[in-house]
C-alpha cells in the first residue's frame, strides 16, 4: 500500500526556520508529482509547493515565493520542504501529497492527489 510519512514540524518563532520531510513507500520516485499542501483552522486546505519529479519543475503558492524551497532528498521516494523567514500566517497542518501527474490540471487541485500522508503541525509564533 502507498504511504506518506511526514517529519520535521513543530513551533518556532517569526523570521526563524524550519525543514519538513515526507518518505513514501509505494510511489515510484519518478513520473509522480509530490509535494505539500497545508490546513490552518476555520481556512481551507491549500496548495504549498509541487515538484514534477521527472523533471525538477517546481511550483509554489504566491504566499511562500522566495521563502520555502520544496526538493527531492537523496534518497528515493523523498521530498523537503525548506521553510524560511516564517510567518505567523504559515501555521497549519502540513500534507504531503501524491500521485500519477494529470496534463492540464492545476498542480495545486485537491483531486490531483489520491495520496496524503497523516500531517505534521507547524507553529508559527510572534
Known amino acids: 500500500a502507498v504511504q506518506l510519512v511526514e517529519s520535521g514540524g513543530g513551533s518556532v518563532q517569526a523570521g526563524e526556520s524550519l525543514s519538513l520531510s515526507c518518505a513514501a513507500s509505494g510511489v515510484a520516485y519518478k513520473n509522480n508529482c509530490m509535494g505539500w499542501f497545508r490546513q490552518a483552522p476555520g481556512k481551507e486546505r491549500e496548495g504549498v509547493a509541487v515538484i514534477l519529479t521527472s523533471y525538477g519543475t517546481t511550483y509554489y503558492h504566491d504566499s511562500v515565493k522566495g521563502r520555502f524551497t520544496i526538493s527531492q532528498g537523496n534518497a528515493k521516494n523523498t521530498v523537503h520542504l525548506q521553510m524560511s523567514n516564517l510567518k505567523v500566517e504559515d501555521s497549519a497542518m502540513y500534507y504531503c501529497?501524491?500521485?500519477?501527474?494529470?496534463?492540464?490540471?492545476?498542480?495545486?487541485?485537491?483531486?490531483?492527489?489520491?495520496?496524503w500522508g497523516q500531517g505534521t503541525q507547524v507553529i508559527v509564533s510572534s
Open positions: 501529497v501524491a500521485d500519477n501527474c494529470l496534463s492540464g490540471w492545476s498542480r495545486f487541485r485537491l483531486e490531483a492527489y489520491k495520496y
